[in-house]
């Protein structure tokens, strides 16, 4: 098993960066692909984010790919998410998860996940 707790979130002007950062528990942090959901107030959760084990695949979402980049540091048992350019439509709550699967952007796969941090980014 693993635990996961996001940081990072904050309240940011268009156009400015945030980090996010996902801290995960457990002796088997290098196993899971790793991945960044969000959601919106009244909006279904949304799939943003990727990466595998081994670092060397990633997925992004069309409404995000440009803008951010996500990866691993294993040793660190930390996932990061760069977010550039944020746009207000970004705003939402970011959670981590995590999965035994390579390539899977279904929720369902994702049995492990962090409490959430809030993005809120104002005109």
């Known amino acids: 098993q693993v635990q996961l707790v996001e940081s990072g979130g904050g309240l940011v002007q268009s156009g400015a960066s945030l980090r996010l950062s996902c801290a995960a528990s457990?002796?088997?942090?290098?196993?899971?692909?790793m991945g960044w959901v969000r959601q919106a107030p009244g909006k279904e959760r949304e799939f943003v984010s990727r990466?595998?084990?081994?670092?060397?695949?990633?997925y992004y979402a069309d409404s995000v790919k440009g803008r951010f980049t996500i990866s691993r540091d294993n040793a660190k048992n930390t996932v990061y998410l760069q977010m550039n350019s944020l746009k207000p439509e970004d705003t939402a709550v970011y959670y981590c998860?995590?999965?035994?699967?390579?390539?899977?952007?279904?929720?369902?796969?994702?049995?492990?996940w962090g409490q959430g941090t809030q993005v809120t980014v104002s005109s």
């Open positions: 998860a995590a999965s035994y699967y390579t390539s899977t952007t279904t929720l369902g796969d994702y049995p492990y």
């Open positions: 457990g002796r088997t942090f290098g196993c899971y692909t």
């Open positions: 990466i595998n084990w081994s670092g060397g695949r990633t």
